[in-house]
């Protein structure tokens, strides 16, 4: 099974100025799962509704759908460096 | 194989070749067969590709100022979930988004292309290397 990522590193340089941010994606695990629970009935109950105009599909799988994405950022990286400036973004 | 085989062995009953001819025949088949199982354990053996990676560097003509280096490494993952996000999409916005599409010359259909058919084009691309030098810059993509 795929984790979510845990941590989220954002790092912004500039010639005099340098941003750093550290992100425990892991502290808002819960979070999102107490409003996954919330949200399920109230998707549910669209997914009954907009069955017959062809956007129930769609609508009862966009949750496991987007949370899989969200999983498979595990080892995204992007690095780009120009002249000084630097910007790095990576979920581990 | 086997049908290759069957063809020669058919042939040699038939007296259409000889013996001589059909060893060797045979001979070749099997040669051919102990490559593709070769071949065929080789990509079996290979591990999964986990990365598309895009980098980007100063080529060997670029001035000392350009000094741009982009490196992104793109988990295989998440453009499966991406592929399959895509297939979610209902009919009706589908035929918009293809119709779209066909405005900017692109005959594409959103709707045919399934999660089940990147797996075999991962295993592909994973010989894939575009090295591309042009002075300025050096662009590798390549899977990992």
């Not at chain 1, 808002?28 to 996954?36: E, I, K, N, Q």
């Not at chain 2, 069957?6 to 259409?16: H, T, V, Y």
């Not at chain 2, 453009?79 to 119709?99: F, T, W």
Request: aromatic residues 8%; proline residues 6%.
């Amino acid at each position: 099974m795929m984790w979510p990522p845990s941590v989220l590193t954002i790092k912004i340089k500039k010639e005099s100025r340098d941003f750093s941010l550290w992100l425990p994606l892991f502290a808002f695990w819960p979070f999102l799962l107490l409003a996954a629970i919330a949200l399920a009935p109230v998707v549910l109950v669209l997914t009954i509704v907009f069955w017959r105009a062809g956007w129930g599909r769609p609508m009862l799988y966009s949750g496991p759908m987007f949370f899989a994405m969200f999983c498979a950022l595990r080892g995204l990286e992007i690095d780009v460096q120009n002249q000084g400036k630097l910007v790095h973004l990576s979920f581990k | 194989m086997e049908n290759n085989r069957r063809q020669i062995l058919d042939m040699l009953a038939e007296g259409r070749i000889q013996v001589e001819e059909a060893e060797r025949l045979l001979s070749l088949v099997s040669q051919e067969g102990d490559s593709e199982d070769s071949g065929q354990s080789t990509k079996e053996n290979r591990p999964p590709s986990k990365y598309l990676r895009v980098c980007v560097e100063p080529g060997d003509d670029a001035d000392e100022d350009r000094t741009e280096r982009v490196n992104i490494r793109v988990p295989m993952a998440l453009i499966r979930a991406g592929v399959k996000l895509a297939a979610l999409i209902p009919s009706q916005a589908a035929d918009s988004v293809n119709e779209e599409l066909r405005k900017k010359g692109i005959k594409f259909d959103v709707s045919s292309f399934k999660a089940d058919d990147l797996d075999p084009l991962i295993d592909a691309l994973h010989d894939l290397e575009v090295d591309v030098k042009d002075g300025q810059h050096k662009v590798r993509v390549f899977v990992e």
